[in-house]
């Protein structure tokens, strides 16, 4: 072996343990860390190589892709070799052929696990004060009292025979009705069955008003579908896309984590500060996770995802329809490679 191959070799074992050990790629170093991959790959009994696109760094440069504006693999592998030349390291190729190759090579068993771990750390370091009462999941009133339900005898078509055995007989449940009024609207009356039993802690109005910001939960959907980009997928196969979203998941929960961290550090409620603005600020500050070049740049990451809220805003209600007018061309509805062959002019139905 030639000196100058012995220092390639020793100055690539370097760039390996540097970017393992520090890598500022995302600002979720404190949850997605290679050991945690690792881990889970361990558990899935698969070996890797060391080479250039390791599994961390794979699933690094596809959270890159899926949370950037342009979403394309040649964007994420470029941003690869800018952190790898700001890190010191020899610059990848630019040929984005090794990337796919990677992300192929990746279990797809590892993107469900990766997003319930994300998922499980991020609900043990929410604090008490954000929690329903703390809680992590006969007439008591008036419209309020307890009911029982029977077991059915026969098991449900839509439940498998191991899950119906393990219900209860019986089951006391708490039956409330109250009324919502909203500006402009007829009152509303509703009926809510809950297991949670106890008047005194949990009273009428409080359930209430849970039930009234459940609309959140459509706002969490739209923040993957439409701020995410997740409506047009870009991978081709069925593996693959199935990889691509589970990575949306993931990169969900992780900006839900810095999320979760400014709420915390400036005195806000989680659900008051923006996604789409949490979003847009992460990607701002992605020059500044590559190079490291100021130590505050975490703290005013979380300063900046702080400072964006967005209003409380019960009842709104949206138009589902576009002001924009679509361009007026005709749905391509063939491979795009048949509709080469046609001559102009012609439908594509």
Known sequence: MTDSTRYWILGQIRCFRKTASSAPVLPFTEVLVPQLVNEILQELQITVRERVYTPFVTLCVFLWQVLSEDHSCREAVARLMAFRIANGCRPCSPDTNPYCRARKRLPEALFPLLVRKVGKWLQQQVPDAWLFHGRRGKRLGKYDHLISWQKPKQCPSWMDKETFDSLPEELTLREIKFTIVEKGKRPKEI???????????????????????????????????????????????????????????????????????????????????????????????????????????????????????????????????????????????????????????????
């Open 191 to 349: 009926t809510l069955i809950t297991t949670l039993l106890d008047a005194e802690v949990f009273t009428t109005e409080e359930l209430a008003e849970l039930y009234t910001i459940r609309w959140r939960a459509e706002i969490d959907l739209r923040s993957l579908k439409s701020v995410m980009e997740m409506d047009v997928l870009r991978c081709k196969t069925p593996e693959m896309v199935r990889k691509e979203v589970w990575t949306h998941l993931l990169a969900y929960n992780l900006i839900r984590t810095v999320i979760a961290k400014a709420a915390q550090a400036y005195k806000r409620r989680p659900h008051t500060v923006s996604f789409k603005g949490a979003m847009q600020t992460i990607n701002a500050f992605r020059d500044y996770m590559l190079m490291d070049l100021t130590s505050n740049w975490y703290t005013e990451l979380l300063k900046a995802i702080a400072y964006h809220e967005v209003g409380d805003r019960p009842g709104r209600y949206e138009p589902r329809a576009r002001k924009r007018r679509p361009k007026p061309y005709k749905l391509l509805q063939i491979p795009r490679s048949e509709a080469r062959k046609r001559k102009p002019g012609k439908t594509y139905d």
